[in-house]
């Protein structure tokens, strides 16, 4: 339990009144600025605030700064607490607003906080983009995907010294707009082959919430962004910030992720682990200890804490608990003692709570739980768990220890044995969402206390190095009480002993630390490690207990000796960025810097009080006199802490809060260091001492960021609306998702393995309708755009330029013999900041930096100074570079060795600090990630442009498909075929010709993309080496090749000045004796590989690529061509035989065709006499034919009027014969027939 006020604050000050925080700022870098004895405290409250109300408040803050500086005067000797009273003076003059930040579901937009559970997209979004008929906007286009995401991010002000509505009212008319700026984090499971690292950039839009006021007024407004969400990603790292317009706020950084153990029903969200408790009081006290908080670093989605006494419940939260549910786990309270595994006491308390990507682990008394959430965004192999699922079943667990990394896509949690498994330890793995559980880890079937050969021992802490794949144990002997680090590596399962720490804590020194030698001397006081911990970054390893041992190879040690061996170190937090702290059993709170030995009691100490002191009295919201201590971590590589509150009658609550490291250790000097008066100009000073050799440090002349952190930067801003109040609405904000989805999918369909003709993702988006921009911008102008919003083509676009901040980078990525260049600006203090002090004291002789590397064998770092002496400095070249020796060769982002370095001025520590807008900073000590290996972002492009252009230039000729497609063009199979191949940047937006080696594989084939196959690895190896044909390869050969270069294993090196190939589908090939299915020659679909892997030294990237070839005019095999060649002559040769016999009996045929035309007019003569029939109209001829008054055909009439003409010849009997044969003639046809004329017998 934290004291009241948290560090023994004395009773009077707690009853004094409130004080403003405002931190004076002497200057950049005067750590021990002289700082007159005059009051400017008024002067340094009044001056910048906004507003009347803010200033009369401040005005009235301000006042009380002499009676809160009375009250601990009796603490702290005047002249210091006046200093620190001004320190806290400074901030007052900005604004006293924060940012905050939550989601809201797309269709309730206005309401409170709701949970980022659902992952699917919105479709009703189209709709709105249909209204949007004459802009830049076609939701006809085959690459437009006008979707949306299931939430916004609402974002707020919350202020102390005015009303929060009306600070959002006058920040937006002065015209703050807040900048959200979301960083997608990679996930564990990749769902891509290669890895990004991907943020998107939005300004938000102003919303006026709907209310009862008058219609001119806004009663309530915020701002909205859309949340996106990417595939494969359910940790959004979100940070805020103001665009330097109207009301000043500080920038905040937060995480907004999915949380996928909630679910939806009837309109509520529940939890699928168990049921939410709301009173913190039912299960919270303030005499609770801290517990730490353990989760996969930077994957973990959801948080869980546990570790409250006597209660199943935990601390659950999917925003890095800027909010928090409180959850009574849905699991029986179970207390299996037995022999085997026996139970002191029963407690229902869940002891180890451990976070993964996608799965909970807990552990309670020895029975060991995890539960898988719905990730559909994750695309796991499982839709997640319904129930609490037991594991270990036969085990008896004593302890669960995290596994801050993960391997191979595999998450880890390790398991210690304790009864009748006491001394073995446990594997479990999660991987795509699946739990698997090894068996005891054994070396020929001894444990670790048969290999150290033990009667009895017992598995303390086990941390495993993912990076060297190797277990380090902490071995406790029970007998002696003996320890010892032992190592287990997974491949060969085999056991190491490497060091034994000594029995008794060594004598301290005053230098901070002794070096374990063998010939330091020793206390009476027992040394009891209690765990490891390891920074795979840094590589530095420590065992921690009552001591802190320190070690860079696991083999030397020193023991940081200004840590007390009275002190018991409950547990021990990274930030794998240059800084730990750890926690006693008393909830002390100690820091320190890597690589230094300085080690620091922050909390509680005389800074802390000051400073919290100092909060109360200002009325922050955010520290009590009442509070207790749930838990310390890291996050955003800030160190946190999570607090409960009672504060008397008011609501208990749990908030998170930044821990103020930098006002701690520069309070800590003002309280600490010596001081003097002295009189300068007439004037009395107070003269501090001057710990910090240096006065100034600047980093300048860095690099454009993006080439070395690899970040791709997206950039959107809402659509112009036409509408004069200047307040969005659900149709406009509907448009705004809608735009961000098609940047974001734009950005994931740019991974295709042909490059366009531009680089750059949205070029297609907006290629036909760059020309029309000025006229939608004319319309616009008028306010007359469609749907009443305007879309700024210019507006959504990927920046390849960001310049730099004068900061170092968090991480920088390294390819092969790559250099990271910068300068580093030292200055001393000036004459007036030094008075008092001697030449040796302020000299740039007693400045100098050094960079320390965390892997010398593959880093470099070369240092060049040049003294400044005319301007009191000291000006460093900094060069880190790459030595071109790391073994490795993979894909973009994979397997890199994370590495790390640390620039520190000489003696700086951490007694060196200057002033920002924020507060004090410590400076001195500069911490750096390194990843060497092949950068994040590059990929291997097939360039179609350039290998038309080629192919066409050297072949003379080109003959595309009968049906192009201009996204494949088609090669003609007897050209030769110049490959070409871009390297493209995706995060600087740089491509240029690939000009190393390559080995080109045909991989998979087909007559038509829809039946396209893939080989066999041995169908591979025979289809393009020398091992399957006498020609080199079966599908392809190299062309004029005058050095025929393979790889180990025959396959052909191609590079960039001999490229050339002809296909060749030789006998026994896929491609060979394809049959056409047109009147046209074959096509052909080849599936091609190509990777500069082993056979490229230029870089460490594996640029594998994996495309299509359209191919057409394969010629047919020889049988299948002498086939068709006999049927075409066959065909040949019998229409040439019946042209001649046409030819040659045409004569008769034409004379027998006349005769039997003849014979048919003289049946129809006969006919006609024969005929009897009346009709009821008719006329006569001259010759006595006798017609019917209707029309007949042209033909029928034709042969008619030939029949008619004949002479009525011969006797009665033979006319009535060849009437008869007439008749049956034309039987029928009796349209024809009854139509023709009849002769009749005058």
Known sequence: ?????????????????????????????????????????????????????????????????????????????????????????????????????????????????????????????????????????????????????????????????????????????????PIVIVAFEEPVHPVVQKQEQLEIE??????????????????????????????????????????????????????????????????????????????????????????PLWNTYKHAPVLILGGIPNSKIVLLSDTGYEDFFSIELGIDSCWIGSLSCPQATFSSSIVDTISTESTLFIRQNQLVYYFTGSYPILQLNTSGSELWARILNNVCVKNLNPVHFAQNNTEYVIALGGGWQEGEFFLITSKDGIVHVSKSKRSDGKTACNFLRLTKCSIVWAVFSTQENKFILLVNELETNNHFIVFFYREGEYFEHVYEPPKFVPKGSDKGFVMLLGNEQYTNTSLVPRGLSFNPFSMIFYIWGNVILQSNDMVSYIYLSNFPSTSFIKYFVQSYHGQFACVTDEDEIWVADERGSEIKKVYPSKAWDVFSTLQVMGGSPDY????????????????????????????????????????????????????????????????????????????????????????????????????????????????????????LWLHSAYNRPYADPVHDPTWRWWKDKKENAEYYYYVASNRNSSGGMYVDMSNYAKIYTRTSNNKLPVTIFLDKNNTYTFSVYLSIRTSKESMGESAEENSLNAVWLTVVLAHPEYLHAHLQRQELISRGSVLYEVTISDAGLYPRQELSGKNLLKSSLVMKVVRSRMNCYHYTDEGPEITGNNHMGVNVGCPPGKRLAFDI???????????????????????????????????????????????????????????????????????????????????????????????????????????????????????????????????????????????????????????YCDYALQFIIHVHGLVLSPSRAMFLMQISMGVVIILVIIYILIYILSPRVKIFCHKTFRRFGDAFAFRTAATSISVTRYFRTGNGSVWLGFYLPAAASHLSRQIATLPTLGTQRERERESSAFSKLFQGSAPFYHWLPFIKPQ
Not at 108 to 127: C, D, E, Y
Not at 1051 to 1059: D, G, K, M, T
Request: proline fraction near 6%.
């Open 1 to 177: 339990m934290r004291t009241p006020g948290r560090g023994g604050r004395p009773p009077h000050a707690r009853a004094s009144p409130p004080v403003t925080r405002q931190p004076l700022s002497p200057g950049e870098g005067s750590a021990g600025a002289c700082v007159e004895r005059d009051n400017r405290s008024s002067e340094a409250g009044s001056g910048g605030a906004s507003g009347g109300v803010r200033d009369a408040k401040l005005r009235f803050l301000c006042e009380y700064h002499q009676a809160a500086a009375a009250a601990m005067w009796h603490l702290y000797s005047a002249p210091r607490l006046l200093f620190l009273v001004l320190l806290q003076t400074k901030h007052y003059s900005s604004s006293d607003c924060k940012w905050t930040a939550s989601v809201n579901m797309f269709g309730a937009l206005g309401a409170g906080r709701h949970i980022f559970l659902n992952q699917s997209v919105v479709k009703s979004v189209t709709t709105v983009f249909e209204e949007l008929v004459d802009s830049a906007i076609d939701p006809e286009d085959k690459n437009a995907h006008y979707l949306g995401f299931p939430y916004y991010l609402k974002i707020n002000l919350s202020c102390r010294l005015q009303d929060s509505e009306s600070a959002i009212r006058l920040a937006h008319y002065t015209g703050l707009r």
């Open 202 to 291: 939005m300004r938000a839009a102003p919303f006026r919430v709907p209310g009862q006021c008058d219609s001119e007024e806004v009663c309530n407004m915020c701002w909205y962004v859309p949340m996106p969400l990417l595939s494969g990603s359910a940790v959004m790292h979100v940070k805020i910030k103001s665009n330097d317009l109207g009301l000043p706020v500080d920038s905040k950084r937060m995480s907004i992720n999915v949380n996928g153990f909630a679910y939806m029903s009837n309109k509520r969200a529940f939890f699928r682990i168990g049921r939410k408790v709301l009173k913190l009081r039912e299960f919270l006290a303030l005499d609770h200890k801290s517990r």
């Open 624 to 743: 009590g006199l009442q509070e207790a201590l749930v838990s310390v971590f890291y996050d955003m590589d800030e160190l946190q802490e999570l607090v409960y509150m009672a504060n008397g009658s008011s609501k208990e609550r749990i908030i998170k809060r930044k821990f103020p490291l930098d006002y701690i250790l520069t309070y800590d000097q003002m309280i600490t260091i010596a001081y003097k008066s002295i009189l300068y100009e007439g004037r009395d000073y107070i003269r501090f001492t001057h710990p910090c050799p240096f006065a100034i440090l600047r980093i300048v002349e860095l690099p454009l960021p993006q080439r070395f952190t690899r970040v791709e930067h997206y950039r959107a801003e809402p659509p112009d609306i036409m509408d004069k109040t200047g307040f969005h609405d659900n149709r406009t904000l509907a448009v705004y998702q809608g735009l961000v989805f098609q940047l």
């Open 945 to 1099: 442009t350039g290998t038309l252009k080629e192919t066409k230039l050297k072949n003379k000729r080109y003959f595309d498909c009968y049906y192009p497609d201009p996204e494949m063009p088609c090669f003609y199979f007897s050209d030769v075929l110049y490959p070409s191949f871009l390297i493209q940047d995706m995060v600087t937006g740089d491509s240029g010709l690939f000009k190393g080696s390559y080995v080109f594989k045909v991989i998979g084939g087909g007559t038509l993309q829809e039946n396209i196959s893939f080989f066999t690895e041995e169908e591979v190896v025979q289809y393009n080496t020398m091992n399957g044909s006498d020609t080199s390869s079966l599908i392809w050969l190299r062309h004029e090749s005058v050095e025929d270069m393979v790889d180990p294993e025959g396959f052909h090196i191609l590079s960039y000045n001999n490229s050339g190939i002809v296909w060749v589908c030789q006998k026994n090939s896929p491609c060979y004796d394809t049959v056409p299915t047109e009147m046209s020659a074959p096509d052909y679909f080849f599936v091609v590989k190509v990777s500069n892997r082993d056979v490229d030294q230029t870089t």
